[in-house]
C-alpha cells in the first residue's frame, strides 16, 4: 500500500479510506451506456432510495468514449458524471481497457492473446489483449490519458478503477512478442544461462539452454514442460500483467496525482490468477471481486477465508468490497438465486472482516449481453421484487452501522498460511495426484476454527509471525529454507504449529528439496519415505476414530510422537497424525487429508493446547467477528443457520436499535452488529 492509507498497527491512527464515500460504500457497476437517458432519471431515484453513495462507472465504455482510431466521444459519460453527483452519488472512474472496441480488434488483430497452440483469440469477448502487446499498450495510454484529462478535476470523482479484472481471460498468452518479453524477465532474474539451467534442472531430457534467446513460452509440447520453468511462466504472467497495472497507474498518478488508485482483485475459492498480495503493495486500496459457489452447502464459510485472505494482503489494513452479486450469477452451470436474508449476511459478513464498503456488480440487470441472466440490485422485474427490497434494506443497514467504518479488524491469535507461489507450484507441473489443491486443507481448518469462533489471520509465510499462539500450514508445496527457519524460530519459542500434507517439498523453483517433507522435516521429526495418495472416493480410518481420504504417507517417527495411526488400508499401523515438542513449543503434523469431523476434534485439541479464546462465547457456528477503532469495539454475529443461536455479549444492536444482554439469541438467518459495552 503506498499513499492514502497507513500501514501502521495503531488503531487510533484512523486510515483515509473514506475519501471514496462517507461511512460505508454501497452501489455497484453501473452501465447507464445500455440505457435511454429517461432511464437514468430512474437509476438515480432509485439509487438515492435506496442510499447507494458509490458507483464503478465506465468498465467496458471504451468504444463508445473512443467511437474510432482517436475520435473521442464524451458527451454521454459527461452528463452522467454530472447527473451522479447532483444525486450525491459517488464515482470509481475505470479505465475502460477491458474491452477494446471493435475497431482496433480490426486493426490490429495482433493485440489478442494467443494460447498454447498458437490459435490467436478472436473479437468479441472482453480482455482481448495481450499484457505484453506493445501496440494495445499505446492505445491503453492514450485513452487512460483522456479520461484523466477530462474527469480528473469531475467533483463525483473518488477513485480510479485501472481496468477490470486483469488477468480474468488474459492472463495467459504464448505470442511470440510474449516469448521475447519472457526472456527478458529470465534474463532480469536469472543473469546468466547457467544460473538458469541450475535452477530448472534442465539436465532433466538434456533440456540445456545456451542463451536466453532459446527459451519460449511453455506452449504445447506433448508432454509436460518442466516445473521450474511452469512456475516461472506463472510469476512472469502475473508480473506482466502487474507491469500494464503500473503502466495506467503512472499515467493517472501524473494528471490527478490526489485521486487513489486501484484495481480489482478476484480472490475467491481458487489460489487467484495473479500474485495479488504482491500486487497489493501497489494500489492505493486494495479492492476484492467475490461471488459465493452455489453448490457449495457451506459458501459462506468460503466467503469468510477469502475476505480474511483479502484482509492478509492488505495487511489488516481496510480494503473494499467493490464487486459481489444481489443473487444468481451466470456463469456457473447451475445458478443459484439467493435465500431470503443471504445478500445482507454476505455483504455483512465481508464487512465483519475488515471490508468498508460493498457494491455489487451490477447496478442494473442487463437486457442483452452475454450477462443477461446475471443478478444486479435492480433486476429486469424492477424495484418491487426481493432482490431490490433486500439490497434497499441494506442501505438502511449500512447508514446505522456507519460508525463502524474506518475501524479494523481485530488481530487474531491464529494464523494461517497462504501463499500463491505455492499453490501455483502444485499446478505447476505433474503431481502424485490431481486432488490436492492448496485451499482444500486450508478452507476446512479455517471452516473449523470459524465454527468455533476463533478468528484466524491469513499470512504469507515470510510475514511477521510475532503475537500469535497458533499457526496452521495447510498443505504449502513451496516453501523456502528460510521461511521454515523462521517457523522453527517461532515454535521453539512456544508456538504451537499444525502442518498438513505434502508441506515444505520444493523450493522457489519448484524443486524437491530432498528428503520428506523437506525443509519441516527436522521441525516435525518425521521422516517420509513415500507418498501413497489414495484413489478417488478412496477413505482411510485412523485408530482413534478419525478418517482421511485423498491423501496418506508412508512416514516414520524421527523424534516426534504418534498421535493417530492407519486403521486400515495399505498403510495399516503407520502414523497419520504426530506431534512433535519443540522448545516450549510443537509441531503437528497430518498425513492425510482429514474429513471435517477430524479436523474439528484437532481443532479443539489445538485450541486447548495454545490457550485460542473465542472473539465472544457463542453456540457452535456463530460467525462472530470484532472490529476495533479509537472509539469503541464492534461484534458482528452472522447466523447462517435455520435456528436462533445464543450469543455472549452486550451491547447496543446497531441494526435493529435494541440492546443485547448476554446469552440473547441471535435469530435464524440474522445480523447483529453490537457497540459492545466497554469490555474488561
Ligand atoms: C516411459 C518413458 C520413460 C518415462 C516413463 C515414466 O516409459 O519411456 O522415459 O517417462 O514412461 O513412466
Ligand atoms: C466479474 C466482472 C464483472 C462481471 C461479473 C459477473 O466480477 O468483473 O464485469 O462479469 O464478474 O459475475
Same mark, same amino acid.
Given at each position: 500500500?503506498?499513499?492514502?492509507?497507513?500501514?501502521?498497527?495503531?488503531? &487510533?491512527?484512523?486510515?483515509?479510506?473514506?475519501?471514496?464515500?462517507?461511512?460505508?460504500?454501497?452501489?455497484?457497476?453501473?452501465?447507464?451506456?445500455?440505457?435511454?437517458?429517461?432511464?437514468?432519471?430512474?437509476?438515480?431515484?432509485l439509487m438515492r432510495r435506496a442510499g447507494v453513495n458509490s458507483v464503478n462507472l465506465g468498465v467496458f465504455s471504451w468504444g463508445l468514449i473512443e467511437v474510432s482510431d482517436g475520435e473521442f466521444d464524451f458527451g454521454w459519460l459527461d452528463r452522467i458524471m454530472d447527473l451522479l453527483h447532483e444525486g450525491g452519488v459517488g464515482v470509481n472512474l475505470?479505465?475502460?481497457?477491458?474491452?477494446?472496441?471493435?475497431?482496433?480488434?480490426?486493426?490490429?488483430?495482433?493485440?489478442?492473446?494467443?494460447?498454447?497452440?498458437?490459435?490467436? %483469440?478472436?473479437?468479441?469477448? =472482453?480482455?482481448?489483449?495481450?499484457?505484453?502487446?506493445?501496440?494495445?499498450?499505446?492505445?491503453?495510454?492514450?485513452?487512460?490519458?483522456?479520461?484523466?484529462?477530462?474527469?480528473?478535476? /469531475?467533483? &463525483?470523482?473518488?477513485?480510479? /478503477?485501472?481496468?477490470?479484472?486483469? !488477468?480474468?481471460?488474459?492472463?495467459?498468452?504464448?505470442?511470440?512478442?510474449? !516469448?521475447?518479453? @519472457?526472456?527478458?524477465?529470465? %534474463?532480469?532474474?536469472? +543473469?546468466? $544461462?547457467?544460473?538458469?539451467?541450475?535452477?530448472?534442472?534442465?539436465?532433466?531430457?538434456?533440456?540445456?539452454?545456451?542463451?536466453?534467446?532459446?527459451?519460449?513460452?511453455?506452449?504445447?509440447?506433448?508432454?509436460?514442460?518442466?516445473? !521450474?520453468?511452469?512456475?516461472?511462466?506463472?510469476?512472469?504472467?502475473?508480473?506482466?500483467?502487474?507491469?500494464?497495472?503500473?503502466?495506467?497507474?503512472?499515467?493517472?498518478?501524473?494528471?490527478?496525482?490526489? $485521486?487513489?488508485?486501484?484495481?480489482?482483485?478476484?480472490?475467491?475459492?481458487h489460489p487467484g490468477v495473479a500474485d495479488y498480495r504482491a500486487w497489493a503493495a501497489e494500489v492505493d486500496l486494495v479492492a476484492n471481486d467475490h461471488y459465493t459457489i452455489g453448490i457449495d452447502p457451506e459458501r459462506h464459510g468460503e466467503l469468510a477465508f477469502s475476505a480474511d485472505r483479502v484482509r492478509g494482503m492488505a495487511g489488516g489494513d481496510?480494503?473494499?468490497?467493490?464487486?459481489?452479486?444481489?443473487?444468481?450469477?451466470?456463469?456457473?452451470?447451475?445458478?443459484?438465486?439467493?435465500?431470503?436474508?443471504?445478500?445482507?449476511?454476505?455483504?455483512?459478513?465481508?464487512?465483519?472482516?475488515?471490508?468498508? +464498503?460493498?457494491?455489487?456488480?451490477? @447496478?442494473?440487470?442487463?437486457?442483452?449481453?452475454?450477462?443477461?441472466?446475471?443478478?444486479?440490485?435492480?433486476?429486469?422485474?424492477?424495484?418491487?421484487?426481493?432482490?431490490?427490497?433486500?439490497?434497499?434494506?441494506?442501505?438502511?443497514?449500512?447508514?446505522?452501522?456507519?460508525?463502524?467504518?474506518?475501524?479494523?479488524?481485530?488481530?487474531?491469535?491464529? &494464523?494461517?498460511?497462504?501463499?500463491?507461489?505455492?499453490? %501455483?507450484?502444485?499446478?505447476?507441473?505433474?503431481?502424485?495426484?490431481?486432488? *490436492?489443491?492448496?485451499?482444500?486443507?486450508?478452507?476446512?481448518? /479455517? =471452516?473449523?476454527?470459524?465454527?468455533?469462533?476463533?478468528? *484466524?489471520?491469513?499470512? /504469507?509465510?515470510?510475514?511477521?509471525?510475532?503475537?500469535?499462539?497458533?499457526?496452521?500450514?495447510?498443505?504449502?508445496?513451496?516453501?523456502?529454507?528460510?521461511?521454515?527457519?523462521?517457523?522453527?524460530?517461532?515454535?521453539?519459542?512456544?508456538?504451537?504449529?499444525?502442518?498438513?500434507?505434502?508441506?515444505?517439498?520444493?523450493?522457489?523453483?519448484?524443486?524437491?528439496?530432498?528428503?520428506?517433507?523437506?525443509?519441516?522435516?527436522?521441525?516435525?521429526? $518425521?521422516?517420509?519415505?513415500?507418498?501413497?495418495?489414495?484413489?478417488?472416493?478412496?477413505?482411510?480410518?485412523?485408530?482413534?476414530?478419525?478418517?482421511?481420504?485423498?491423501?496418506?504417507?508412508?512416514?516414520?517417527?524421527? !523424534?516426534?510422537?504418534?498421535?493417530?495411526?492407519?486403521?486400515?488400508?495399505?498403510?495399516?499401523?503407520?502414523?497419520?497424525?504426530?506431534?512433535?515438542?519443540? +522448545?516450549?513449543?510443537?509441531?503437528?503434523?497430518?498425513?492425510?487429508?482429514?474429513?471435517?469431523?477430524? $479436523?474439528?476434534?484437532? *481443532?479443539?485439541?489445538?485450541?486447548?493446547?495454545?490457550?485460542?479464546?473465542?472473539?465472544?462465547?457463542?453456540?457452535?457456528?456463530?460467525?462472530?467477528?470484532? =472490529? *476495533?477503532?479509537?472509539?469503541g469495539t464492534w461484534l458482528f454475529a452472522i447466523n447462517h443457520s435455520s435456528s436462533p443461536l445464543h450469543l455472549e455479549a452486550s451491547g447496543l444492536d446497531l441494526v435493529t436499535g435494541t440492546r443485547f444482554e448476554p446469552g440473547a439469541v441471535v435469530p435464524a438467518g440474522a445480523v447483529v452488529v453490537l457497540r459492545e459495552d466497554a469490555r474488561?
Amino acid at each position: 500500500m503506498t499513499s492514502i492509507l497507513s500501514r501502521a498497527n495503531d488503531l &487510533a491512527q484512523p486510515t483515509e479510506f473514506r475519501r471514496i464515500s462517507d461511512g460505508f460504500a454501497f452501489g455497484g457497476d453501473y452501465s447507464p451506456e445500455q440505457w435511454p437517458e429517461e432511464v437514468w432519471v430512474e437509476d438515480i431515484a432509485l439509487m438515492r432510495r435506496a442510499g447507494v453513495n458509490s458507483v464503478n462507472l465506465g468498465v467496458f465504455s471504451w468504444g463508445l468514449i473512443e467511437v474510432s482510431d482517436g475520435e473521442f466521444d464524451f458527451g454521454w459519460l459527461d452528463r452522467i458524471m454530472d447527473l451522479l453527483h447532483e444525486g450525491g452519488v459517488g464515482v470509481n472512474l475505470a479505465t475502460p481497457t477491458a474491452a477494446p472496441p471493435i475497431w482496433l480488434h480490426q486493426a490490429h488483430p495482433e493485440i489478442l492473446p494467443v494460447d498454447d497452440r498458437g490459435i490467436r %483469440m478472436a473479437q468479441g469477448g =472482453r480482455l482481448g489483449w495481450s499484457p505484453s502487446s506493445a501496440t494495445f499498450r499505446t492505445y491503453a495510454m492514450r485513452i487512460v490519458e483522456k479520461l484523466a484529462e477530462r474527469y480528473g478535476e /469531475h467533483p &463525483a470523482l473518488r477513485l480510479w /478503477h485501472v481496468s477490470n479484472e486483469l !488477468g480474468n481471460e488474459n492472463n495467459h498468452c504464448f505470442s511470440d512478442e510474449t !516469448g521475447q518479453a @519472457w526472456q527478458r524477465w529470465l %534474463m532480469k532474474k536469472f +543473469g546468466t $544461462i547457467d544460473a538458469l539451467n541450475e535452477a530448472w534442472g534442465t539436465a532433466f531430457w538434456g533440456h540445456h539452454y545456451t542463451s536466453f534467446g532459446q527459451l519460449q513460452p511453455p506452449r504445447h509440447s506433448g508432454t509436460g514442460h518442466n516445473p !521450474g520453468l511452469l512456475l516461472d511462466f506463472e510469476r512472469f504472467s502475473s508480473d506482466a500483467l502487474l507491469d500494464h497495472y503500473r503502466a495506467e497507474r503512472e499515467v493517472l498518478r501524473r494528471i490527478t496525482p490526489d $485521486i487513489p488508485i486501484t484495481t480489482n482483485f478476484m480472490v475467491q475459492n481458487h489460489p487467484g490468477v495473479a500474485d495479488y498480495r504482491a500486487w497489493a503493495a501497489e494500489v492505493d486500496l486494495v479492492a476484492n471481486d467475490h461471488y459465493t459457489i452455489g453448490i457449495d452447502p457451506e459458501r459462506h464459510g468460503e466467503l469468510a477465508f477469502s475476505a480474511d485472505r483479502v484482509r492478509g494482503m492488505a495487511g489488516g489494513d481496510p480494503w473494499l468490497l467493490i464487486e459481489h452479486s444481489t443473487s444468481a450469477v451466470n456463469w456457473q452451470p447451475r445458478n443459484r438465486a439467493k435465500s431470503v436474508g443471504e445478500l445482507a449476511r454476505n455483504s455483512l459478513a465481508h464487512i465483519a472482516r475488515g471490508a468498508e +464498503g460493498a457494491l455489487f456488480f451490477q @447496478w442494473r440487470q442487463s437486457t442483452a449481453g452475454s450477462e443477461q441472466f446475471h443478478s444486479a440490485v435492480v433486476p429486469h422485474g424492477g424495484a418491487d421484487t426481493k432482490v431490490y427490497r433486500e439490497a434497499e434494506a441494506l442501505g438502511a443497514t449500512l447508514t446505522a452501522i456507519a460508525e463502524v467504518a474506518g475501524s479494523r479488524v481485530e488481530k487474531a491469535s491464529v &494464523a494461517m498460511f497462504f501463499d500463491y507461489d505455492a499453490a %501455483m507450484a502444485l499446478r505447476a507441473g505433474r503431481k502424485p495426484t490431481v486432488d *490436492v489443491t492448496a485451499i482444500d486443507a486450508a478452507l476446512d481448518f /479455517h =471452516r473449523a476454527l470459524t465454527a468455533r469462533g476463533i478468528a *484466524v489471520d491469513v499470512l /504469507h509465510p515470510s510475514d511477521d509471525l510475532d503475537g500469535y499462539a497458533a499457526i496452521v500450514v495447510p498443505t504449502l508445496l513451496l516453501m523456502t529454507a528460510k521461511d521454515a527457519a523462521r517457523l522453527a524460530a517461532w515454535v521453539t519459542a512456544g508456538g504451537h504449529a499444525v502442518v498438513t500434507y505434502f508441506s515444505g517439498i520444493v523450493n522457489e523453483h519448484n524443486r524437491v528439496h530432498g528428503t520428506y517433507p523437506g525443509v519441516l522435516r527436522e521441525l516435525l521429526g $518425521i521422516r517420509v519415505e513415500e507418498f501413497f495418495p489414495l484413489l478417488g472416493g478412496e477413505r482411510v480410518a485412523l485408530d482413534n476414530g478419525w478418517a482421511g481420504s485423498i491423501w496418506t504417507e508412508l512416514a516414520h517417527l524421527d !523424534g516426534a510422537e504418534p498421535v493417530a495411526s492407519y486403521a486400515s488400508g495399505e498403510l495399516f499401523g503407520v502414523p497419520a497424525v504426530t506431534r512433535n515438542a519443540v +522448545g516450549s513449543g510443537s509441531a503437528s503434523y497430518v498425513a492425510t487429508h482429514l474429513d471435517p469431523e477430524s $479436523i474439528g476434534s484437532l *481443532v479443539d485439541d489445538l485450541i486447548d493446547r495454545a490457550q485460542l479464546a473465542p472473539v465472544a462465547g457463542a453456540d457452535r457456528g456463530l460467525e462472530v467477528t470484532r =472490529r *476495533v477503532g479509537p472509539d469503541g469495539t464492534w461484534l458482528f454475529a452472522i447466523n447462517h443457520s435455520s435456528s436462533p443461536l445464543h450469543l455472549e455479549a452486550s451491547g447496543l444492536d446497531l441494526v435493529t436499535g435494541t440492546r443485547f444482554e448476554p446469552g440473547a439469541v441471535v435469530p435464524a438467518g440474522a445480523v447483529v452488529v453490537l457497540r459492545e459495552d466497554a469490555r474488561s
